[in-house]
């Protein structure tokens, strides 16, 4: 006859709830903005016909077009937003995590 031993289970929850970095979350998030600007306003100076680059156009303050100062203000506020984002994200997150995780 094998030897059996036997294991008592707690009902207490022995992990704890996940949670994650917000500031690594926010600087991802503006990174990921940043980069995604600027390759949509590269590819509206090699093809512009196809428009592509006419939402940052229109959802950025500022923005007149495909000189310096729009391509730098417009990476400036795709980094504010999506450092923004990212740590509203990350919080929420955090909090809903605690709560219910």
Known sequence: MANTIF???SDAPTTTPAQISVPVLSATVAVFA???FLLCMLLGFIAPE???HRPWLQFYLGLTGFDL????????QSVVFGGYAGALLGAIFNV???RFG
């Open 96 to 98: 809903i995590s605690r």
């Open 50 to 52: 196809w428009g592509l």
């Open 7 to 9: 294991h008592t289970r």
């Open 69 to 76: 100062w729009s391509v730098v203000l417009g990476t400036v």
């Open 34 to 36: 940043a980069v995604s």
